[in-house]
């Protein structure tokens, strides 16, 4: 299939390019199939697939991996099932070097889509189809994205404040830290990063920027190491974590492009079709699950004495709340410690 050039509204709610990738259009990620396979080990691959495989199995199936990283998911998907196709959304041009490396085997049985998983309509358009049998969403900050150091997304390493995921977006989080104001600041670390020290955390950093700039990550994180209270710090992990979650999310609008993927996702598929996803904090969660939960509830008022057509719920709930992963899949893979998955079957098209 040949790239196809479009606008559409993406993830900041403002008009932006979207379109299939060739690998000359992204920068060389100095990666080899290889070295990506064993970079990457996707969370809780056999149940997504399992859930996953009475859609996909079916003739002439295609699913969309609305967040294709390296393209693990992806990769597994179609070694699975010989006949199907997968759509790869990402917004990442160094994820679509990466992947599209990785996936070249396949041929035209994957399709890169430079978009946000919120733009599922017009991957499908560039796909040539209306309904696909199967949505796959793996949540959060990829793992490339957090060991490739200059990217700034790691509190770990010192590195340009950035968290961009898609390099061509404006907003970095150098702008937020450096130049939102004091209350916003304070609201979007209490917020996106379900902080509690979040009012001390962003006095500090606005104590500090008024002396100096913030240019790099470890900067920022000696603030906030001074902001969190030392009892606070020898428990729940690291101090700098929640406040580095607010600060992508913020850059990355990824919780509103959430909102407004989970009902195209259910949107998108056809009868018996499945939906699966995967998140990694409680907001992510809370808006996957409120999601499937509005599609499998009845929409016929209260008291209303027949259910029409219309008010039947489109989706069937097919795991027991939010799965969390095993005990051995954590030792394999200690990011996958904080995974919860919920899926979903379509049994009603409207």
């Known amino acids: 299939m040949s790239a196809k050039e479009s606008t559409h509204a993406g993830a900041q709610g403002a008009v932006a390019p979207a ?5 000359t259009e992204t920068p060389d990620a100095g990666l080899s199939k290889k070295e990506a396979k064993e ?8 149940r997504c697939l399992d859930l996953l495989a009475p859609a996909l199995e079916r003739e002439g199936a295609v699913v969309i991996d609305g967040t294709l990283g390296m393209g693990g998911h992806t990769e597994a998907m179609l070694e699975r099932f010989p006949e199907l196709r997968v759509i790869g959304i990402d917004r990442d041009p160094q994820a679509h070097t990466i992947a599209g490396q990785r996936l070249e085997r396949f041929g035209e049985r994957f399709i890169p889509v430079h978009a946000v998983y919120d733009q599922i309509e017009y991957a499908m358009d560039v796909a040539g189809v209306n309904a696909v049998d199967g949505v796959l969403f793996d949540l959060g900050v990829s793992s ?10 790691a509190y770990s390493y010192d590195a340009p404040l950035d968290m961009r995921m898609n390099s061509e977006d404006e907003l970095t989080a150098r702008t937020v830290v450096n ?13 996106w990063g379900e902080e509690k020290f979040a009012a001390r955390i962003a006095e500090q950093i606005v104590a ?10 470890g900067e920022l994180v000696a603030v906030i190491q001074k ?7 020898r428990k729940g992990g690291h101090p700098a974590k929640r406040t580095f979650q607010a600060l992508r999310i913020e850059v990355n609008h990824e919780l509103e492009a959430l909102e407004r993927a989970v009902p195209v996702a259910i949107d998108s598929l056809s009868l018996g079709g499945r939906f699966v996803a995967m998140s990694y904090h ?9 999601g499937l939960s509005a599609a499998a509830t009845s929409k016929a ?6 259910e029409l057509d219309e008010h039947k719920p489109t989706m069937k709930v097919i795991t027991r709340g939010a799965e969390p992963p095993t005990e051995a899949e954590i030792a394999e893979n200690s990011r996958a410690a904080s995974a919860k998955l919920r899926a979903g079957e379509k049994i009603r098209v409207t």
């Open 19 to 23: 379109h299939t990738l060739t690998l």
């Open 39 to 46: 970079r990457h080990v996707p969370v809780m691959l056999t």
């Open 144 to 153: 490339m994205q957090l060991d490739e150091r200059s990217r700034g997304f």
């Open 179 to 191: 130049e939102y104001p004091l209350e916003r600041l304070r609201r979007i670390i209490r917020t």
């Open 208 to 217: 500090q920027r008024a002396v100096q700039p913030f240019e790099t990550t």
């Open 227 to 233: 902001a969190v209270p030392a009892a606070a710090q």
């Open 282 to 290: 409680s907001l992510e969660d809370k808006i996957v699950k409120r």
């Open 301 to 306: 008022p209260k008291g209303f004495p027949v």
